[in-house]
């Protein structure tokens, strides 16, 4: 393999790897499940049984992550999120 080949796969899969953030949801006394549960179908597209369980975690563990992608494609969703009262963190 040729130097300049190995360079240009190199460059191939630095382009590929792209940083991913979490968004996570927090637990607060103020949300009901129902609220949760329907502003994760909104905002996350999840569907109405890994809603749910995502609403457990944060009611049993204090936190969960709902969301794995890049910070630009999460950060619309966060303030989504913040905007209906819930409380959320990109990491």
């Not at 006394?29 to 996350?44: A, E």
């Amino acid at each position: 393999m040729s130097l300049d080949h190995q360079y240009q796969e190199e460059i191939a899969v630095n382009q590929l790897i792209v940083e991913q953030s979490e968004l996570l949801l927090f637990n607060d006394d103020v949300n009901t499940f129902d609220h949760v549960i329907n502003m994760l179908c909104k905002y996350c597209d999840h569907d109405l049984l890994q809603a749910e369980q995502c609403a457990w975690i944060v009611h049993n563990n204090g936190k969960c992550m709902i969301k794995r992608g890049e910070f630009s494609t999460l950060k619309p969703i966060c303030s989504a999120l913040l905007n209906a009262g819930l409380s959320a963190k990109i990491l």
